[in-house]
């Protein structure tokens, strides 16, 4: 086969697959055989869909361990049937126990939602970032580093897309029902590989607006 034709066919991914499933076998035989009878993670991902955010990467989880969605800067929307489809068969059905909305700082759909910066199709997308940034103005303004109204933005929105999470028949259905279910606000820095925790912590309906008012009361007293 040519060079040509070899770059055509991603004869270089194949390969790579074929060494990562013979080490996977090396390390554990039976890996791939117990896989194929039941997935049992507990937890799902909700993430950005940038390639720099590997998810099982990060927190280092194999497969089988996390069950994943993701979209451009990581929105949850109450009428996106491909994101409600993912979160209803992850807590009906797989039963996760916890569901993590990980922002990314460096996010660049969240930077174009907040400098106004025309993409593409995605800018209808990314109105509801803008939404989440109208909604939190006060702690957007014109005195910050940008650098800084940047990052705030990437962590309201995971903040707001918590509450989108939380406020889902799905998660409702699931609290009602008494199911150990917790939703998570967290944010990954590029720089370092590490993620934050946002304090955007909720496990009963109960707990959603003490969560809110309290993961929001540090941009009150910092500057
Ligand atoms: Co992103």
Redesign the pocket.
Known sequence: MSAENSDKTLQQLFQNNRQWAEKRITQDPNFFKRLVNQQAPKYLWIG???SR?PANEIVDLLPGELFVHRN???VVVHTDLNCLSVLQFAIDLLKVEHVLVV??YG????HAALSGRRIGLADNWLRHVKDVGQMHERYLGDALPTAKKQDRLCELNVIEQVVNVCETTIVQDAWSRGQNLTIHGWAYRLENGLINDLGMTVGAPAELAIAHTNSLARYQTEH
Do not use: K, R
């Not at 996010?107 to 969240?110: E, L, M, S, T």
């Open positions: 950005c869909s940038d955010v451009v800067a990581n922002g990314h996010c660049a759909g969240v």
